[in-house]
């Protein structure tokens, strides 16, 4: 039976996700966050948890992950985008598209768009989304190969194709939420419900006047290297 535990860093308001089987105890861990390693590695520890991957839904610009040391420490792969150009030895080959853990398998989506790096994971009743889609909002595209038509699309063909009530866990919140659902964002999401345009998401993209992300010039170079030193 697939768990999904949901974990927060009060730093850069990032969710990291351990997505496990409760009769195999075999893992995934989504997103891990440089500064609470000691915490993650304590519950896959207390939970008996077999790491199958180490997951990144995209190279952050926010936080440094911790993806590198933790797919060492627990002799776990890791996945990220071919796109990010990263070697390490643990890197698994995601042509395939799919990941084992227990008896449930983890679907990997290219969902470029917020970053040209981005990959959301499905397994049966959640979406993973990284900052492609979030509760009621999205990520921004200005950065890192962002483009407002290749999100657009992403979120319309990878995510707001899956079932309604596909519960969508984000890799950000920052007004205290947790989660949504496929259906409640085709409808009330702010930027790509189902009634906005791609001109008007483009319009609604160009016109955020967000400042420059205060971490990234730090952060993108540390997870360009996994998070290791
Ligand atoms: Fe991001």
Known sequence: MIKVRQLF???????????????SHEGILIDPVSAQIDRDLKLIKDLNIEMKYVCETHIHADHITSCGRL?????????????????HPRLANILTKSLNFGSETLHILHTPGHTETCLSFYTKGYVLTGDALLIRKCGRTDFQGGSNVQLYNSVREHLFTLPDDTVVFPG????????????????????????????????????LNLPYPKSMDEAVPANLKLGIN
């Open 172 to 207: 950000h919140d920052y007004t205290g939420q947790t989660s949504s659902t496929i259906g409640e964002e085709k409808l009330l999401n702010e930027r790509l419900n189902l009634s906005i345009s791609q001109d008007e998401f483009t319009e609604i993209m160009n016109n």
């Open 71 to 87: 797919a060492e420490e627990l002799d776990a792969g890791i996945i990220v985008s071919e796109r990010a150009g990263i070697s």
């Open 9 to 23: 860093d009060y730093d850069s308001y990032t969710y990291t996700y351990l997505v496990y089987d409760s009769v």
